[in-house]
T-cell receptor, first 111, second 114 residues
């Protein structure tokens, strides 16, 4: 069945890079996404990658996709306190835009 | 700004007392979704509307229903809330159902069941 897994917590120092990892099971997923959820707010799409790509870079964000291992990662360069949030990995499943989410990784940035 | 609005942000109801959560959008999107997110868990799709067509996920309990009276509004009705229905309920919209139609999320309604 469909399943997306993430580690639940990551703590980094301000200015360091953060790497959030995710594994998924549906090999037919065409798009994979990273969403950010700040306290009291909805999910905000950060970036996505199409399944025929290995890497996508967008300013401080780098997404790496290893399709063979069904592993997705999000690297945030020069992590700031404003990056503290919960980050959700999601795969698009089925023909009707259904998103399967992981449980989220809580990123804590400390001075 | 075009957006997805959810009201109320916090809702308290009693065990077994019907409750309705509201979502509206100014994006004029065809598709509206309802997700349930329990504490420290992944958001889980309950159902979606494509225009007036309702699509229920196979494992969504019968206790949950939805209405979409027009393009802008979609309601989530919980007929007899149980303690296990306490969660954040997220509404989302997308322009269409095809490849990579971004879903735009509202801020959510946190439901407490006493």
């Amino acid at each position: 069945g469909e399943d997306v897994e993430q580690s639940l917590f990551l703590s980094v120092r301000e200015g360091d890079s953060s790497v959030i990892n995710c594994t998924y099971t549906d090999s037919s997923s065409t798009y994979l996404y990273w969403y950010k959820q700040e306290p009291g707010a909805g999910l905000q799409l950060l970036t996505y990658i199409f399944s025929n790509m290995d890497m996508k870079q967008d300013q401080r964000l780098t997404v790496l996709l290893n399709k063979k291992d069904k592993h997705l990662s999000l690297r945030i360069a020069d992590t700031q306190t404003g990056d503290s949030a919960i980050y959700f990995c999601a795969e698009r499943s089925g023909g009707y835009n259904k998103l399967i989410f992981g449980a989220g990784t809580r990123l804590a940035v400390h001075p | 700004d075009a957006m997805v609005i959810q009201n109320p942000r916090y809702q308290v109801t009693q065990f077994g007392k019907p409750v309705t959560l509201s979502c509206s959008q100014t994006l004029n999107h065809n598709v509206m979704y309802w997700y349930q997110q329990k504490s420290s868990q992944a958001p889980k799709l309950l159902f979606h509307y494509y225009d007036k067509d309702f699509n229920n996920e196979a494992d969504t309990p019968d206790n949950f229903q939805s209405r979409r009276p027009n393009t802008s509004f979609c309601f989530l009705d919980i007929r007899s809330p149980g303690l296990g229905d306490a969660a954040m309920y997220l509404c989302a919209t997308s322009r269409d159902l095809g490849q990579n139609n971004e879903q735009f999320f509202g801020p959510g309604t946190r439901l407490t069941v006493l």
